[in-house]
Nanobody, 124 residues
Framework: VQLQASGGGLVQAGGSLRLSCAAS????????MGWFRQAPGKEREFVAA????????YYADSVKGRFTISRDNAKNTVYLRMNSLKPEDSAVYYC??????????????????WGQGTQVTVSS
């Protein structure tokens, strides 16, 4: 599967953005999905995950209550709605698809396919 992330940009602290990740292929619903982010000089970190049907979600503590992951299997797309953004949310955000193991993996090595990343910059 190929993933294409979009929706990043520059936003002021307290603002919102919605990231999208469009997947190719007809097997999108067989993949659990996740969002990760990587800031300059830091390791890539888990942000959120969603199950195959979209009925279950899981978040990193740092974004819980502010970010919402969702998916539309009819559109082969996963979303990340980000509210109340903080400067520390600035990073390149990546979507990823996972088939191995249970959904909700927080380690990036458990994901099989990755999008190209989209930059999110939050100004103070």
């Amino acid at each position: 599967v190929q993933l294409q992330a979009s929706g990043g940009g520059l936003v002021q602290a307290g603002g919102s953005l919605r990231l999208s990740c469009a997947a190719s292929g007809r097997t999108f619903s067989s993949y659990a999905m996740g969002w990760f982010r990587q800031a300059p000089g830091k390791e890539r970190e888990f942000v959120a995950a969603i199950s195959w049907s979209g009925g279950s979600t899981y978040y990193a503590d740092s974004v819980k209550g502010r970010f919402t992951i969702s998916r539309d299997n009819a559109k082969n797309t996963v979303y990340l709605r980000m509210n109340s953004l903080k400067p520390e949310d600035s990073a390149v955000y990546y979507c990823a698809a996972q088939r191995r193991g249970g959904w909700g993996q927080t380690r990036d090595l458990m994901y099989d396919y990755w999008g190209q990343g989209t930059q999110v910059t939050v100004s103070s």
